[in-house]
């Protein structure tokens, strides 16, 4: 079974909302998590690092005050788009360690 | 500078062993090389890992020569479902993904 469950699978919502995303680690802690976008026929790209208990980690020209990212515990990290707009919709995943993936969530903002 | 190189795309043929070789000149002595495979819109899967010399594992093997500036992902008889993108990466803990190959596999 999913050893990284990530949720919702998909979601819709309309231009200015907010949408959060749930990457939880089951029968592990993680102390590190990490978050990537992924475009149509293109690669995964690093978001942003998650340390629990404290300050993500972000790349290089990806806002953080768009993009929040709370690690709270050792078995959640969660993203949240604030105001999202048509141009945040895209495919998003979180990894514990290196070995473990989230299913992946679809965004769409309409 | 991308850290991995990798083609683009591969065509194969039922049954065929595929070999997919990843370039990374300028590995660190830390650094390990993982494989992932990934579906569309699904998360990636993690393949193999290794440092230097050969492993294998149930599903592939994974060839490291000795000055580790190369590496190759062997996936011995292929079929449909292995079609999907494998990506390498190069790094100790750094979880950047290079470009992928796009492996297609024909009946």
């Known amino acids: 079974g999913a050893v990284v469950s990530q949720h919702p699978s998909w979601v819709i919502c309309k231009s200015g909302t907010s949408v959060k995303i749930e990457c939880r680690s089951l029968?592990?802690?993680?102390?590190?998590m990490f978050w990537y976008r992924q475009f149509p026929k293109q690669s995964l790209m690093l978001m942003a690092t998650?340390?629990?208990?404290?300050?993500?980690?972000?790349e290089q020209g990806v806002e953080k005050d768009k993009f929040l990212i709370n690690h709270a515990s050792l078995t959640l990290s969660t993203l949240t788009v604030t105001s999202a707009h048509p141009e945040d919709s895209s495919f998003y995943i979180c990894?514990?360690?290196?070995?473990?993936f989230g299913q992946g969530t679809r965004l769409t903002v309409v | 500078l991308a850290k991995t190189t990798q083609p683009i795309s591969m065509d194969s043929y039922e049954g065929q062993e595929v070999n997919i070789t990843c370039s990374h000149n300028?590995?660190?002595?830390?650094?390990?090389i993982t494989w992932y495979q990934q579906f569309p819109s699904q998360g990636p899967r993690f393949i193999i890992q290794?440092?230097?010399t050969k492993v294998t594992n149930e599903v592939a093997s994974l060839f490291i020569p000795a000055d580790r500036k190369s590496s190759t992902l062997s996936l011995p008889r292929v079929s449909l479902s292995d079609t999907a993108v494998y990506y390498c990466?190069?790094?100790?803990?750094?979880?950047?993904f290079g470009a992928g190959t796009r492996l297609t596999v024909k009946p």
């Open positions: 990894s514990a360690t290196e070995a473990f």
């Open positions: 029968d592990f802690q993680a102390t590190t």
């Open positions: 998650s340390n629990e208990g404290s300050k993500a980690t972000y």
């Open positions: 300028n590995i660190a002595t830390n650094d390990y």
């Open positions: 290794g440092y230097k």
């Open positions: 990466l190069v790094g100790d803990g750094d979880m950047r």
